[in-house]
């Protein structure tokens, strides 16, 4: 292959180049981006759940009803702010994308995934760039909360199973997540182009199949190495 001399790159040429790939990327967020952190928006609200809400509103009403008698109002707030989380992390976990997120969680639960985080892998193989936007969308909270991304991450602990009241995100998990991350699955656009550039599925269908179960590997490696070392 020939290469041209190399040479101090002017500065009009890094401004333009510069310019570029950011308005590259901003087209990209304003679409790709946009369009899928919508999707799992509506897949995480639909359904609705009524009955749930039916439930729990009950359950607090009669709360309030008997928290004269049986508590004082910090309690109240307490045991209130306890059915709202609960009743919150049903509706989630019943809406279709929870319901896809329960279905692979088994087969990622030993590389010390949750759902929450098998739906990001899932997404990000649109584009990469979408795994931060969808755990964005899976940890949002209401308006009041001021509370970043991370913050919410590293407060989320298991709700029930063997693992209930374990942090969801710990260093260990972090590490065996980014190392999933950064080694599967690439996105659809490298995918398609390998296709062109190659005239057939087949290295396309290696590509996804090998770097996934590398991935795969790696992480699960990393983390029950980990665990056993006490990480």
Same mark, same amino acid.
């Given at each position: 292959m020939e290469l041209p001399p190399y040479?101090?790159?002017a500065l009009k040429s890094i401004l333009k180049q510069t310019?570029?790939?950011?308005?590259?990327?901003?087209?990209?967020?304003?679409?790709? &981006?946009?369009?899928?952190? $919508?999707? &799992?928006?509506? *897949?995480?609200y639909f359904p609705q759940g009524k009955y749930i809400d039916e439930q729990f509103d009950n359950k607090i009403t009669v709360l309030q009803q008997e928290s004269?008698? $049986?508590?004082? /109002?910090?309690?109240?707030?307490?045991?209130i702010n306890q059915l709202l989380a609960e009743k919150k992390r049903l509706k989630q976990e019943n809406s279709f994308i929870g319901r896809l997120g329960k279905f692979v969680e088994p087969a990622i639960a030993p590389l010390g995934f949750d759902?929450?985080?098998?739906v990001?892998?899932?997404?990000?193989s649109a584009a990469k760039e979408i795994v931060v936007s969808t755990l964005g969308v899976l940890y949002q909270t209401n308006d009041e909360d001021e509370q970043g991304l991370a913050d919410r991450m590293k407060e989320q602990t298991y709700m029930e199973g063997s693992?209930?009241? /374990?942090?969801?995100?710990?260093?260990?998990?972090? &590490?065996?997540?980014?190392?999933? &991350?950064?080694?599967y699955f690439p996105c659809i656009a490298v995918v398609a182009a390998i296709k062109n550039e190659s005239g057939h599925w087949k290295?396309?269908?290696? *590509?996804?199949v090998y770097t996934t179960a590398l991935a795969y590997l790696i992480s699960l490696g990393v983390y029950q190495i980990g665990s056993i070392l006490g990480f």
């Open positions: 040479r101090t790159p310019w570029f790939k950011g308005e590259q990327y901003l087209r990209k967020m304003g679409t790709i &981006i946009l369009m899928a952190s $919508l999707i &799992i928006w509506a *897949l995480g004269s008698q $049986l508590t004082t /109002n910090p309690e109240l707030e307490h045991q759902w929450k985080m098998g990001a892998i899932i997404a990000g693992r209930a009241g /374990n942090k969801v995100f710990t260093p260990l998990v972090a &590490i065996s997540f980014m190392l999933f &991350i950064l080694i290295w396309s269908l290696f *590509l996804t």
